[in-house]
């Protein structure tokens, strides 16, 4: 369904015309459903990776700034892409300064790093000039909601109806009828739970193997599994 296709639903089943309203208004609720549907799940459809310039000395990389990432919402992992299971082990703050002190050694490669203020990657040990390995962060980025009357939801079209039944929801409580707010907001919640199955089973059922299906590493390590993209 179009942005455009979507709004129509919702009017029909509400009853609301673009005089009372607006298709700016509407257009910001069904972007408000976009999000929830975004922040419920590690989607495969936001998944998304930037790679890693190692600086010798450099521990910490601003995933912004530094990794020209500009739609990041969730971090996934960091893999050394030329490791056989390059797969880097994650660190708290809190565990990084107990284990390091705040002053790890200096190494050819990392093994760990850590994640702070939202922002920034630390790896460790910090490289150093013998350093030659790629790195490569997978993240989830933040979704591009609906604007113009053409755009479609990214995920699969069977299930684009389920911001119909979230823009119902909040038309429905702005004018006071609760009960089918609450009916069309289950409906929503549902076809999230839908969306969620949709994708699982599609990567139970299908997955691509990558390695000899020996270790733990999800990018081209040993024992890979990931989604089987892309999908309709």
Do not use: C
């Amino acid at each position: 369904m179009t942005l455009a296709e979507i709004m129509a639903a919702v009017r029909r089943q509400t009853l609301e015309t673009s005089s009372s309203l607006s298709d700016a208004d509407l257009t910001n609720i069904v972007a408000d459903g976009y999000r929830l549907v975004a922040v419920a799940d590690r989607w495969p459809w936001l998944a998304s990776s930037a790679q890693i310039t190692v600086v010798s000395g450099t521990q910490e990389y601003d995933i912004s700034a530094d990794l020209s990432v500009t739609d990041f919402m969730w971090l996934d992992s960091i893999v050394d892409n030329d490791e056989e299971d390059g797969l880097l082990d994650q660190l708290s703050v809190a565990q990084y300064l107990l284990r390091w002190g705040g002053d790890p050694d200096s190494g050819p490669r990392a093994y760990s790093y850590y994640f702070k203020n939202d922002d920034t990657v630390g790896l460790v040990p910090v490289p150093n000039t013998s350093e030659t390995d790629a790195y490569t962060l997978n993240y989830f980025k933040a979704p591009t909601v609906l604007s113009a009357s053409g755009d479609s939801p990214e995920w699969t079209a069977t299930l684009h109806h389920i911001l119909v039944s979230y823009a119902a929801s909040n038309v429905w409580e702005r004018e006071e009828y609760f009960t089918e707010r609450d009916l069309a907001f289950r409906k929503f919640a549902m076809g999230i739970a839908e969306l969620k199955r949709f994708y699982k089973m599609r990567t139970k059922d299908r997955p691509i193997v990558f390695g000899d299906g020996g270790g733990g590493s999800r990018y081209g390590g040993r024992a890979s599994l990931v989604h089987n993209l892309p999908f309709g």
